[in-house]
């Protein structure tokens, strides 16, 4: 199985000449550095453990691989073409333990010959510093034939992809059949971090699911009280998973290969009653509601000072999710749970209500209005001092004016900082209102559900 992108490699007409003409400077372009880091021994060079021979996986398509660089860039001179995309970096990544390092840039040279022919110069170099082998391409954009510059778009990757699976498959390797699309930067980190993203609480709905049930009309069942629909008939393409409070549905298969729903039918078969039976008592037991705590305080109910508007708000929010004030308290919805991922900004939206005493949304905007006016005075008294800056002499008014700028920078930061939360505040107050609604609401099921559990024992 390999994976594969491509992305291009960019740099000025300025520095691709100068360092051309002068190969001694110290900076590199672009061109000079991707190359450099495909060509990198630390990663190309495969020590033995049995002998102490050394092999290096590079090799250059239509170009000699010692002198790839300089022969790259003067195809690019001799068409006139040195600005704009200088070069396409592409990786091609196989399963770790699938391949050899030899098979690997094999594969490698033969993926780089069938998608630039004859015309374009590539650099192939397999890195085996990681588990999973892995091929870097280098190809110069342009036509060392013509000049024509390489046209990287869509068709030109889905072609990359296609034949990288057609030689996969010519060498009886796995293929992706159902690529899975990318995914965010943010969410890839939160699930790897075990964060309550969207993915990972489906996947905990389903495992939970499963655990009590013995047939899958009970699955189905589970589910739904866990606040979630799987949706799956003969009329779909493929089966789904959305959130009661949502209408959009996630791709069963795209939460991996134990959650498609062949695979969940047969972990719902290979459940045994006892296990199912035992399991289902300690989930009873779990979501009994908390006991409420009696304490007496002063006054009454109507004389006692309520807290409203947003900061009100944020305050009721934080407290459903557990975070204040610091408590063993799980959310319902799936929709509190993932929003316990942002418990810190929510956070700091309710201390900066607090301190700048902001009710309202009139109250917020004026805030941000002030904010940026005050950034702007502090921004132009920083440059004032960077241009004394710039011409003092003398060590002690130096050291003074450095002083003074870092001052006005950490106002500066901190009234950015001061904007985007409260920003922040004015966009998720609607969605903060719906996801209480709802969390309220789970919890009136939850403890009719729990009642009809009790009288019924």
Not at 11 to 26: C, G, H, I, Q
Not at 214 to 241: C, D, E, V, W
């Amino acid at each position: 199985m390999a994976t594969t992108k491509i992305w291009p490699v960019r740099d000025s007409l300025k520095r691709v000449v100068d360092y051309a003409s002068n190969p001694e400077k110290t900076s590199e372009d672009d061109l000079a550095s991707v190359i450099r880091y495909a060509m990198n021994g630390d990663k190309t060079i495969a020590d033995t453990t049995e002998k102490t021979e050394k092999a290096c996986y590079v090799t250059g398509v239509n170009c000699s691989a010692d002198t790839a660089l300089e022969e790259m860039i003067n195809t690019q001179m001799l068409f006139g073409k040195t600005g704009g995309n200088v070069a396409y970096h592409c990786y091609q990544s196989f399963r770790p333990g699938e391949v050899t390092p030899e098979q690997c840039h094999q594969l490698g040279v033969e993926l780089a010959r069938r998608m630039w022919g004859d015309k374009y110069q590539v650099l192939v170099a397999t890195h085996l510093d990681r588990d999973h082998l892995h091929n870097h391409l280098v190809c110069c954009s342009v036509s060392f034939i013509d000049g024509k510059k390489f046209n990287d778009n869509k068709a030109a990757y889905s072609r990359l992809r296609r034949l990288s699976d057609e030689i996969c498959r010519e060498e009886g390797l796995s293929v992706i059949e159902k690529p899975r699309g990318k995914t965010p930067r943010q969410i890839h980190f939160a699930e790897k971090n075990g964060e309550p993203t969207r993915y990972n609480l489906m996947r905990e709905a389903i495992d939970n699911a499963v655990s009590l049930s013995t047939n899958f009309p009970t699955f189905i069942s589970l589910m739904k009280q866990q606040g979630y629909i799987i949706s799956y008939s003969y009329a779909r393409k493929y089966p789904t998973i959305r959130s009661v409070n949502s209408q959009k549905a996630v791709r069963l298969y795209r939460l991996g290969e134990d959650y498609e729903l062949d695979r969940i039918a047969q972990r719902v078969n290979d459940n045994h009653y006892e296990t199912v039976a035992a399991n289902r008592e300690r989930h009873i037991m779990s979501m009994k509601p908390p006991k409420h705590k009696r304490v007496h305080v002063n006054g009454t109910k109507k004389t006692a000072r309520k807290i409203g508007g947003l900061y009100g708000l944020y305050l009721h929010y934080l407290y459903l999710l557990g975070y204040r004030p610091k408590k063993k308290h799980r959310p319902l919805s799936p929709e509190m749970r993932e929003a316990g991922r942002m418990c810190d900004k929510y956070s700091a939206c309710a201390m900066l209500m607090a301190r700048e005493h902001l009710r309202t949304d009139e109250d917020v905007n004026t805030f941000i209005s002030d904010s940026k006016h005050k950034m702007e005075y502090l921004s132009e008294a920083r440059n004032k001092v960077r241009n004394k800056l710039r011409r003092a002499s003398e060590p002690e008014q130096i050291e003074q004016l450095k002083a003074e700028r870092d001052r006005l920078t950490a106002e500066i930061g901190k009234l950015r900082k001061d904007i985007k939360t409260a920003e922040f505040t004015l966009e998720r107050s609607q969605q903060v209102q719906k996801d209480i609604e709802i969390e309220l609401n789970a919890c009136g099921i939850i403890r009719s559900r729990n009642h009809r559990d009790r009288d019924g024992r």
